[in-house]
Nanobody, 115 residues
Framework: VQLQAFGGGLVEAGGSLRLSCAFS????????VGWYRQAPGNQRELVAS???????NYVDSVKGRLTISRDNTEKKLYLQMNGLKPEDTAVYYCHANHIRDGTYWGQGTKVTVSS
């Protein structure tokens, strides 16, 4: 399995970005996929995830601002980020997990939110 993330950048507080992650190498629709982030000096944390049955989970700090979605036909994962705050600044990683096949990580994409 390979994951490739796109879409990071520099944005002002209150702005929006859309992250994308392209999946290859297995049957995408069977995986739970999600986004993690790691800010300097902090541990990597789960931001949002979506299961194969489209059940979504968000960390409290992003609820109402970030939306995770998936396109099983295109084998892509998305994170729409609105109302960005400086504390959202981090490197964002896409992640895929299957109970039998294991866990996979994409390379990070950096998001910087200026105040």
């Amino acid at each position: 399995v390979q994951l490739q993330a796109f879409g990071g950048g520099l944005v002002e507080a209150g702005g929006s970005l859309r992250l994308s992650c392209a999946f290859s190498g297995s049957i995408f629709r069977l995986y739970t996929v999600g986004w993690y982030r790691q800010a300097p000096g902090n541990q990597r944390e789960l931001v949002a995830s979506i299961t194969h049955s489209f059940r979504r989970n968000y960390v409290d700090s992003v609820k109402g601002r970030l939306t995770i979605s998936r396109d099983n036909t295109e084998k892509k994962l998305y994170l729409q980020m609105n109302g960005l705050k400086p504390e959202d600044t981090a490197v964002y990683y896409c992640h895929a997990n299957h109970i039998r096949d294991g866990t996979y990580w994409g390379q990070g994409t950096k998001v910087t939110v200026s105040s």
